[in-house]
């Protein structure tokens, strides 16, 4: 591939510390330093535009049974995309995969990690994603209602055997590591309980979620996975649920942990609605618990579709479904939840939704501890990510949406005294360095040297979210893939997956589990190379150890 350089653009790189006008210059798909005494093959003018590495988003609900079955339940989303693309809120029911990559792409993103891959749907996802073209993908493997990891919690096996089940699990289902949701809620759902908290008692288990994701935790950082385990608390959505979220941060106990989609916690009880923000006393315990990561889960106002394994909430969440269907299906370990909704400005529980993910994002004072999802498609479609770069930058912008609000939300947020706005650097921190150390991508989320040649470019203006809409250009492993923000070249991107060591005596264990409890084999279940169409489809991430 030829030797290219971007001249003159204002490269903004915190994995390198740059925020000033430089060149970029990049070779057989990787950043390259400038060479000594050799011109550049191709030399673009990128004079007066924005240069960043190619963005990640850590947390979206790409593939997967629960997103397939959200397109099912949703057939009026996605008909005729192309003739009402410009008009309809959008959410992942309306888009097939090939969609999926493409409109991530214009917005100059190059790797997105699906955060809810069922062991037992691992083969399908992968399917789906390698029918994702231009970005990379990775997947994050679900473990926390499963049986055998329940069975061998009550039965006290020693770490080192719960070490092996979880690597075995990671290794097979070709992921990133460790998600956990409403741990032992869900197993929990099916003995009826209808609610289930930190401390409460899975049926027949006799272990609490806090054990359950404390095991979990351990396991993670014990077989050395970059991503800590990433939890889905217990209570979602719920009014007063700030006490949970501040309780499971303590229960960390100062180890690496990722709380997902947070704004779904940042609820207390004030008010005559009881119900108000928590974002201020959120964001307070997370600045005092640097060991704690998060995403937020912004609401946008739009139409949508909620879609969760945590049967349990889905299922609490059916009388408020818009339009009135769900579906909810409770199989092996954690099942999954679909519930379609649309989030009004008009609504006090959606205003006050919005104005606590904004003061988590603004309060938060590291932005490589806080980032950007909108937990795609739950609080709105990723297509509205430029929207929320507009609203995180511009105070302005904020105050013009505060306006719309209902009165009363703003007696119960502190939203209306926040200057904060978010500069182009620290976009760029939440969205490409950090997003990288946290999943330990040595590779991307930087513009250094050794790094792939994945490379956003954007052309600066009035309209930010415009900017970000449509990339000016962008470059995947160093071909150009989109100009003046349409797709003009399709690639195929990779799968990324980590291998961490373990005793391979576990496989046998697992072999007698299936074949007693399903008369099917194990193996059934795994990702060989074989089973995708296309040579190449993988690329591995180092483990720690």
């Not at 490269?11 to 970029?24: E, K, L, M, S």
């Not at 060991?291 to 394994?309: A, C, L, P, Y």
């Amino acid at each position: 591939m030829a030797l290219t350089v971007l001249r003159g653009g204002h490269i903004v790189d915190p994995a390198t510390g740059q925020d000033a006008i430089g060149d970029v210059w990049f070779e057989d798909g990787r950043i390259v330093e400038r060479p000594d005494g050799r011109s550049a093959d191709k030399e673009i003018d990128v004079s007066g535009h924005i240069v960043m590495a190619g963005a990640i988003d850590i947390h979206s609900h790409i593939a997967g049974g629960n997103v397939n079955t959200a397109r099912l339940l949703l057939p009026e989303l996605h008909r005729a995309i192309r003739a009402r693309l410009a008009d309809t809120p959008l959410s992942t029911a309306k888009w097939s995969s090939y969609e999926t990559g493409r409109l991530y792409a214009q917005m100059g993103f190059t790797t997105v990690v699906e955060p809810a891959m069922a062991p037992h749907h691992a083969l399908q996802t992968h399917l789906e994603f390698n029918d994702v073209p231009i970005i990379d993908k990775g997947a994050l493997t679900v473990l926390g209602n499963d049986d055998f990891l329940l069975g061998m919690l009550r039965d006290g096996e020693k770490d080192g055997a719960i070490n092996d089940y979880v690597a075995q699990t990671v290794e097979n289902t070709r992921s990133l590591g460790l998600k956990c949701i409403n741990p032992g809620g869900v197993e929990a759902f099916k003995e009826n309980m209808r609610a289930f908290g930190l401390d409460d008692v899975v049926p027949f288990y006799g272990l609490t979620s806090r054990q359950i994701f404390q095991s979990l935790q351990k396991s993670t950082q014990s077989l050395g996975i970059a991503h800590p385990l990433h939890l889905h608390m217990n209570n979602l959505g719920l009014a007063g649920n700030i006490d949970t979220a501040l309780a499971t941060i303590d229960a960390a106990q100062g180890l690496p942990l990722h709380l997902a989609h947070v704004q779904f916690y940042a609820y207390g009880k004030e008010g005559k609605n009881g119900f108000s923000s928590a974002g201020a006393l959120f964001a307070e315990k997370i600045n005092a618990n640097p060991n704690v990561s998060v995403d937020v889960g912004q609401v946008m106002f739009s139409d949508t579709v909620t879609i969760s394994s945590d049967v349990l909430k889905q299922f609490n969440s059916l009388p408020g479904a818009i339009p009135k269907k769900g579906a909810i299906f409770d199989g092996d370990a954690n099942g999954g939840g679909i519930v379609p909704y649309v989030y009004k400005i008009s609504n006090y529980y959606n205003a006050i939704q919005w104005a606590a993910g904004l003061e988590l994002f603004l309060l938060i004072e590291n932005p490589e501890q806080v980032f950007f999802t909108t937990d795609h498609p739950n609080g709105g479609p990723f297509t509205t990510y430029p929207e929320l770069f507009a609203l995180l930058m511009s105070a302005d912008l904020r105050a013009q949406h505060l306006a719309r609000l209902p009165a009363e939300v703003l007696e119960h947020t502190t939203l209306p005294s926040i200057s904060r706005e978010y500069t182009l650097y620290e976009i760029a921190q939440m969205s490409r360095s950090g997003a990288a150390k946290l999943f330990g991508f040595v590779d991307r989320g930087r513009l250094s040297p050794g790094a792939v040649a994945d490379i956003a470019v954007y052309k600066p203006g009035r309209d930010v979210a415009g900017m970000f809409r449509r990339a000016a250009l962008v470059f995947k492993d160093g071909a150009l893939v989109v100009r003046d923000g349409q797709v003009s070249h399709y690639t195929r991107g990779k799968t990324l997956h980590i291998r961490p060591r373990y005793d391979r005596q576990i496989t046998k264990r697992l072999d007698s589990y299936y074949d007693e409890l399903y008369g099917l084999p194990r193996s059934i279940f795994d990702v060989p190379d074989a089973a995708l169409p296309h040579k190449d489809a993988f690329a591995e991430v180092p483990c720690r150890i």
